[in-house]
Every structure is written in C-alpha cells, then in structure tokens.
C-alpha cells in the first residue's frame, strides 16, 4: 500500500521556523523525485521545491528562496522542508508529492503563522 505521511507542522510566529517532514511507504522511494506544495483555501496549489531522486538537484518558488531548505534521505524513505523566516503568507496546507511512473500524494499538514 502507497503511503505519504506529511507531518511537522504548526503554528508558529512570524521569524520562527519549522521542519517539516515526508516519510514514504509501498514504493521505491529513491526512484522519485519528490516536490512539496502548498494550498491556501481559494488558491490554485503552489509548488513550493523539488529535489531530484538523488538529492543533488533543487528547485525552489521564488517565493521562499533563502529560506526554505529540501533534502530527502533515501535511506530513511523521507523528504524534507526544512522552513526558516516564516512570514504570515506561508501559511498554508503543505503536501509532498512524489513523481516518477506514478505520482502520490500525502494527506497535507497545516503551517500557521501567526503571532
């Protein structure tokens, strides 16, 4: 069975920072490339990064360059966004998304930031 467990998120204030993390069950995860998203309500999805299966390609949105840092550990099975300088309009339901032959989705995990 495929699974994506997002899970990290919070509520946090405006400067703080949060990690957030992607474990994945039922497929070869070092064979996908995994990207996170982000949804506010009324908003088409945001792609957020994208790291490539072996880790040493990167994408970022130019919305959070600088602050925002992706990595995966193959051997874990987990990706990770690692989020710093957290601004009020990162608030969103965050999703990791893995791609290759097929592409899956996690439940999503809510950030807040807020003071």
């Known amino acids: 069975q495929v699974q994506l467990v997002e899970s990290g998120g919070g509520l946090v204030q405006p400067g703080g920072s949060l990690r957030l993390s992607c474990t994945a069950s039922?497929?070869?995860?070092?064979?996908?490339?995994m990207t996170w998203y982000r949804q506010t309500p009324g908003k088409e999805r945001e792609l957020v990064a994208t790291?490539?299966?072996?880790?040493?390609?990167?994408v970022y949105a130019d919305s959070v360059k600088g602050r925002f840092t992706i990595s995966r550990d193959n051997a874990k099975n987990t990706a990770y966004l690692q989020m710093n300088n957290l601004k009020p309009e990162d608030t969103a339901v965050y999703y990791c998304?893995?791609?290759?032959?097929?592409?899956?989705w996690g439940q999503g995990t809510q950030v807040t930031v807020s003071s």
């Open positions: 998304s893995a791609r290759y032959i097929n592409t899956y």
């Open positions: 039922g497929f070869t995860f070092s064979s996908y490339s």
């Open positions: 790291i490539s299966t072996t880790g040493t390609r990167t």
